[in-house]
């Protein structure tokens, strides 16, 4: 059997180096070999919907470019010189050191090297997060998980309201700033401040000192980020509330923040106005094109693939099933799922509606997932939410594709987003304006 993986997608566990880069003034430091940040800026960032460097990205990132005499000698040395070198050079205000393969095959002591700066008052962490520890996924949990232990300190107090979101990944979910920064108004509109750790704006190191002030953690995944708000429960005992699905369209926004109202003890009149008020909203404009939404001349999609990684499968399966009456085909989950979770979120595809469940395939490879795509006949044009990948499975089977996940080259992307009521009606501009372009040609 061939180990080649056919159109990988997610990267190995130093992509985690993506997170770092979209803490605000956040510099990461790469022990590893020459040329894997820039290959995973490449495959992460620039293949995300060109999202660009970032404040200290791509080919700014410090790097011990460790060489054969390094895997002999030990690279400790060269990593405290490079440390050195960034703080003398580089503005910031917080730094990461991750481990690539060789640095963690030949047993370099970072923590060590590490500890010695932040003896002087350096905020810096270590984490390791070679290639074989897992994928990007594992690596973002990693990352955050090194700042929990390493960084944080306990708070004098909770702050009433306040709510540490735990969400989309940065970068390897190519929307996850606007998705972010649309959570962040919907938390405010039923009475929480979001602290949210990534992205413009967000507050960057006093936004990571305020994690252990927060009244509760909100996991919203399937299972990313279960494991941070475990360990932050353990840590500095705040609960958490875990709502597995992406909030996209009116239905499913509209059980969330009533979920998490209710969780919070903020619901009142006012969260329900504020509910209400949204909801008339989207529906009003779900009305307004509902012309186009039911044309049959336009050989509209009713089935559907989604391929892309759990959290954001999950939400547009139920999103299509539940407010446009699509019908699911087959769904394949392209990260890494750890075993523990693989039959959770498998259960969650069992129940996109009352009546209506989907089979899922958990596959990395794009070969396996084309295979598995032209071995079903779907009867009528299928939708294909998927990647740049699938460009040319989607011709074949004469299908509706658009470009959702990782990778993306066909689309930039800013701040656009999915999640809410607002990133519902988007997903509809966008299907809807990718058929009538089809059509017209």
Not at 132 to 158: C, R, S, W
Not at 387 to 404: M, P, Q
Request: glycine residues 10%; proline residues 5%.
């Amino acid at each position: 059997m061939s180990d080649i993986i056919q159109g990988p997608r997610h990267g190995c566990a130093l992509g985690a180096l993506q997170t770092v880069v979209a803490i605000e003034r956040a510099i990461p430091i790469l022990h590893a070999g020459p040329g894997c940040g820039s290959k995973l800026h490449r495959g992460l960032s620039h293949a995300g919907g060109h999202q660009g460097a970032g404040y200290a990205g791509a080919d700014a990132i410090p790097c011990t470019n460790m060489i054969e005499k390094d895997v002999v000698f030990g690279g400790t040395d060269k990593l405290r010189s490079v440390i050195e070198g960034t703080l003398k050079i580089m503005d910031g205000d917080f730094f990461v050191v991750l481990t690539g393969c060789t640095a963690d095959i030949i047993g370099d002591d970072v923590s060590s090297v590490v500890g010695e700066f932040r003896d002087q008052g350096v905020p810096i962490v270590h984490v390791e997060t070679a290639g074989f520890k897992g994928d990007a996924y594992k690596g973002h949990e990693l990352v955050l998980q090194a700042i929990i232990e390493q960084h944080l300190q306990p708070a004098d107090k909770k702050e009433k309201g306040l709510v540490n979101v735990f969400a989309s990944v940065p970068r390897h979910d190519p929307f996850w700033e606007g998705d972010l920064n649309e959570l962040k108004k919907l938390l405010a509109g039923i009475g929480l401040k979001a602290n949210i750790l990534f992205g413009y704006n967000s507050g960057g190191i006093k936004a990571l000192n305020a994690i252990p002030a927060a009244e509760f953690n909100l996991v919203i995944s399937p299972y990313v980020g279960l494991q941070t708000a475990e360990l932050l429960q353990e840590k500095f005992q705040t609960p958490y509330l875990h709502y597995p699905v992406l909030p996209v369209g009116g239905q499913e926004t509209s059980n969330f923040l009533r979920t998490v109202a209710e969780f919070a003890g903020t619901a009142s009149k006012q969260t329900d106005e504020f509910i209400l008020q949204n909801e008339n909203e989207f529906y009003h404009y779900m009305v307004r094109a509902s012309d186009v939404l039911t044309e049959y001349q336009l050989n509209q999609p009713k089935r559907f693939y989604t391929i892309n990684d759990a959290s954001y499968a999950l939400a547009f399966s139920k999103f299509l099933v539940n407010e446009l009456g699509y019908f699911p085909i087959h769904q394949f989950i392209t990260e890494d799922v750890p075993e523990e979770y693989l039959g959770i979120v498998e259960n969650y595809f069992k129940k996109l509606s009352p009546e209506i469940s989907s089979d899922v395939t958990f596959a990395q490879d794009s070969g396996v997932i084309e295979d598995k795509i032209r071995s079903i006949n779907p009867l009528t044009t299928p939708l294909l939410l998927a990647s740049s990948w699938e460009v040319d499975v989607a011709k074949d089977i004469r299908g509706l594709h658009l470009s959702v996940a990782l990778p993306i080259i066909d689309r930039l992307i800013m701040h656009h987003t999915y999640v809410g009521y607002n990133g519902g009606l988007n997903l509809v501009e966008d299907i809807y304006s990718t058929l009538l372009a089809k059509h017209r040609d």
